[in-house]
């Protein structure tokens, strides 16, 4: 049986960077360990399986190499930048059902924009458990917050302890399997007043990637964290652009919207530019 895989990159900085995902139109039908098999031969941290389940409406099932996840964010750019470039896309907006909820994608001129699952702010990490993995550059305390996906958030003093940082990944995986968490996003924030809110690293050694150079996802929980610690203005409406890769030398730029009420956060979108780069024909 033969079909085309996508290869897309989502976040894209001009024609640099962003991360790479696989893509797959379902137009038959896949078993799990078929879709787990195609994820593991494309080898990039997410491949997205992308079926359209009535007009204007889609639906999203993703694997690493390893495993299957609930949600993936530049995996789902990718995708709808790839039925963007086929003609696909009539309309500007669109919902899509995925393991972690329903959600909605929108196209905001050339970028891509997917809507979230609003916050869920979990357990706080202790010091001692991040310094053997991290050092000691970090804040005293982390935590764990889920737009979808469950990642521990660990705030370091500047962007040069950030790049230089060279993580125990094994004690990482364990850290992630105590706490039922899918990685760590590690930040430093920058000056106020700069156009690039955080620099960011993104590590999930438990599910096969060491590092990743643009996470949706993470980035909108941090964007919520940010709200939620007091550290972004009393606007309604935030606009923040959080920078990631540069470490592996694929600088990529997330955009990242909140709409917000007082104190309650209404709405987590981030988006950013996708760039199709293949279609590689692929037999089971």
């Known amino acids: 049986m033969g079909f085309t895989a996508y290869i897309a990159r989502?976040?894209?900085?001009?024609?640099?960077?962003?991360?790479?995902?696989?893509?797959?139109?379902?137009?038959?039908?896949?078993?799990s360990d078929q879709m787990q098999s195609i994820a593991k031969e494309l080898n990039f941290?997410?491949?997205?399986?992308?079926?359209?389940?009535?007009p204007y409406t889609y639906k999203a099932l993703y694997f690493t190499p390893t495993s299957p996840i609930e949600f993936c964010g530049h995996?789902?750019?990718a995708a709808f930048g790839v039925l963007k470039q086929l003609g696909f896309l009539k309309s500007?907006?669109?919902?899509?059902?995925?393991?972690?909820g329903k959600?909605?994608?929108?196209?905001?001129?050339?970028?891509?924009?997917?809507?979230q699952p609003l916050p869920v702010f979990g357990?706080?990490?202790?010091?001692?458990?991040i310094a053997p993995i991290l050092g000691e550059c970090h804040e005293p305390e982390a935590c764990i917050v889920s737009t979808g996906l469950r990642d521990i958030f660990v705030c370091v003093q500047d962007e040069k302890?950030?790049?230089?940082?060279?993580?125990?990944?094994?004690l990482m995986s364990e850290l992630n399997q105590r706490t039922n968490s899918i990685g760590m996003h590690v930040f430093s924030l920058t000056t106020p007043g700069s156009e690039v809110t955080a620099h960011c690293r993104n590590f999930?050694?438990?599910?096969?990637?060491?590092?990743?150079?643009?996470?949706?996802?993470?980035?909108?929980?941090?964007?919520?964290?940010?709200?939620e610690k007091g550290l972004l203005s009393q606007d309604s409406e935030h606009r923040l652009l959080f920078r990631q890769g540069d470490s592996l030398g694929a600088p990529s730029h997330i955009y990242v919207h909140l709409k917000t009420d007082g104190k309650t956060i209404q709405k987590v979108e981030c988006g950013g530019e996708v760039i199709v780069d293949e279609a590689r024909e692929m037999y089971l």
């Open 10 to 31: 989502a976040f894209c900085l001009g024609s640099q960077g962003g991360n790479s995902a696989g893509v797959v139109l379902v137009d038959q039908k896949f078993t």
């Open 75 to 77: 995996a789902t750019l």
């Open 161 to 170: 302890a950030l790049q230089s940082l060279q993580p125990n990944l094994r």
């Open 45 to 54: 941290s997410e491949t997205v399986f992308i079926s359209s389940v009535e």
């Open 123 to 129: 357990e706080k990490i202790e010091k001692a458990e």
């Open 103 to 115: 959600c909605e994608v929108a196209l905001k001129d050339d970028l891509i924009f997917l809507s």
């Open 204 to 227: 999930a050694p438990l599910h096969g990637i060491d590092e990743e150079s643009a996470t949706g996802s993470s980035n909108g929980a941090l964007a919520c964290l940010l709200f």
């Open 92 to 100: 500007s907006v669109y919902p899509l059902e995925t393991q972690a």
